[in-house]
């Protein structure tokens, strides 16, 4: 794909030439399909349109060093879809289906997946959704799967540079007991507004929402978690409302085997001042250190980065996160999978 500069992606949909699919019907999955066309025929009754239910996963693959294509951890997004289809009642999709419709994908359409050295990856995107027509509020007995990819740079601006976040509390994105745990479209729809008035027409890189219950806690921003560093240790909040990220899970295990100290717990408000380091982490995002987080409602600016620059330990874990997914590194905790293209 000699046409796309991929130095110069942003985090966007770029047509690619397939993706494939599954259905659900009569109590059992089908074979996995290919198709390339862009389009879903739906039921005009399907309940992913009336009832939300449907959900999905982000991940990436990524070409090496060595030129091998690795992918990132697809058993846990897989785990985490099959969490998301209990919590709504949508039919689980397999693992191991999962794992073929990832590898399938990503070999289809490996011009897509950008070369080494460019910062760029695969970003996948698998959905499942109910497509059986219901009124009533029930689950659909018909459901579909769908993986797509596209080729990605940097969720937010400028990659790997620190960022102003800010504090909404007008909004909240999940209740304490709600879908906050699953990867469901609500969640998302419920974060636009506060996503469009918090973040000023980009004056912020993404809004952080509080816990619901007391608003006294970080919970998490609209895409991604929250971790702070201090006294050699990375903190990240204990919620019943934010997405179990596998980036930050990961990013926990590294930070042990980096030598720090590791805390998952809630973290009041306040905590934000005591920060030598912070930052939004996720698939998409990876890390972004956070250059200051402002509580307009208070009068107050968290800031985080005094110079404006990265800190050690966020460029630490960057690194030996990247490194491992590019193959520059032992993959040592066995993370990727390397995809036979
Ligand atoms: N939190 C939210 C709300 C997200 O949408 C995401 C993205 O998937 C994350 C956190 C990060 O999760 P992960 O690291 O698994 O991509
Ligand atoms: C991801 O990081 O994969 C996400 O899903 C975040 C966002 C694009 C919804």
């Given at each position: 794909m000699e046409n796309i500069n991929w130095k110069e992606l942003s985090f966007g949909y770029m047509k690619t030439d397939y993706n494939v699919r599954c259905y659900y019907?009569?109590?059992?999955?089908?074979?996995?399909?290919?198709?390339?066309?862009?389009?879903?025929?739906?039921?005009?009754?399907?309940?992913?349109?009336?009832?939300?239910?449907?959900?999905?996963?982000?991940?990436?693959?990524?070409?090496?060093?060595?030129?091998?294509?690795?992918?990132?951890?697809?058993?846990?997004?897989?785990?985490?879809?099959?969490?998301?289809?209990?919590?709504?009642?949508?039919?689980?999709?397999?693992?191991?289906?999962?794992?073929?419709?990832?590898?399938?994908?990503?070999?289809?359409?490996?011009?897509?997946?950008?070369?080494?050295?460019?910062?760029?990856?695969?970003?996948?995107?698998?959905?499942?959704?109910?497509?059986?027509?219901?009124?009533?509020?029930?689950?659909?007995?018909?459901?579909?799967?769908?993986?797509?990819?596209?080729?990605?740079?940097?969720?937010?601006?400028?990659?790997?540079?620190?960022?102003?976040?800010?504090i909404t509390r007008k909004y909240d994105r999940s209740a304490p007991l709600g879908t906050g745990i699953y990867k469901v479209g609500g969640n998302y729809a419920a974060s636009m507004r506060a996503h469009s008035e918090a973040c000023h027409g980009g004056e912020y890189a993404c809004e952080f929402y509080l816990d619901a219950k007391e608003k006294h806690y970080i919970d998490e921003a609209g895409a991604a978690n929250f971790f702070g560093i201090k006294n050699n240790t990375y903190i990240t909040p204990k919620s019943t409302s934010i997405l179990p990220s596998i980036t930050n899970k990961s990013l926990m295990q590294l930070a042990e085997h980096l030598g720090m100290k590791t805390e998952r717990r809630p973290i009041p408000i306040e905590e934000l001042e005591t920060f030598e380091e912070a930052g939004a982490c996720g698939t998409a995002a990876v890390i972004s250190p956070i250059q200051r987080i402002d509580d307009l409602d208070n009068n107050k600016s968290y800031v985080i980065s005094k110079d404006g620059q990265p800190g050690p330990w966020c460029k630490k874990l960057y690194t030996a996160l990247q490194q491992i997914q590019y193959g520059e590194a032992e993959d040592v905790f066995g993370w990727c999978d390397i995809i036979d293209l």
């Open positions: 019907r009569d109590g059992k999955w089908g074979e996995l399909e290919v198709s390339s066309s862009e389009e879903i025929p739906i039921h005009m009754a399907a309940t992913c349109l009336h009832y939300g239910q449907e959900g999905f996963e982000g991940l990436k693959a990524f070409r090496g060093k060595d030129g091998k294509v690795r992918v990132f951890r697809m058993d846990e997004n897989a785990k985490r879809l099959a969490s998301t289809a209990h919590g709504i009642m949508m039919a689980e999709f397999p693992i191991e289906k999962f794992r073929e419709a990832v590898a399938k994908v990503i070999r289809l359409n490996q011009r897509f997946i950008p070369p080494y050295g460019t910062g760029a990856s695969l970003y996948l995107r698998p959905l499942l959704i109910g497509t059986g027509a219901q009124v009533g509020v029930k689950p659909a007995t018909e459901y579909l799967f769908v993986v797509f990819v596209t080729p990605v740079g940097p969720y937010f601006k400028g990659g790997f540079t620190t960022n102003p976040y800010v």
